[in-house]
Nanobody, 122 residues
């Protein structure tokens, strides 16, 4: 069982919207910060947005005003990325990331989801 389970990718036309979800699995005991990264073909993986335990957020300049990251207010082990006004340059594989503590772990570590494809094309 992977630590983080993503859903919500797909294909959309420019100007459209998609919502990505990421949930921590039963393997995870506690989650600190959570975020989304993306990697386009031939490019390095880059931070898209991140939300900390105190609710503070950071966004890549390229997505400010278009993307919104949010997190469930209870267990705080689910994160969403609402993507509006999508552009072709947003096309990439999107990865969920979390600083988490496994139930069988001994330290806080970074964990990644399996990735979900987002394609923006007319």
């Amino acid at each position: 069982q992977v630590p983080l389970v993503e859903s919500g990718g797909g294909s959309v036309q420019p100007g459209g919207s998609l919502r990505l979800s990421c949930a921590a699995s039963e393997r995870i005991y506690s989650v600190n910060r959570m975020g989304w990264y993306r990697q386009a073909p031939g490019k390095e993986r880059e931070l898209v947005a991140r939300i900390n335990n105190d609710g503070s957020t950071i966004y890549a300049d390229s997505v400010k005003g278009r993307f919104t990251i949010s997190r469930d207010g209870g267990a705080k082990n689910t994160v969403w990325l609402q993507m509006n006004s999508l552009k072709p340059e947003d096309t990439a594989v999107y990865y969920c990331n979390a600083l988490a503590f496994l139930r069988t772990g001994i330290s806080w570590d970074d964990y990644w989801g399996q990735g979900t494809q987002v394609t923006v094309s007319s």
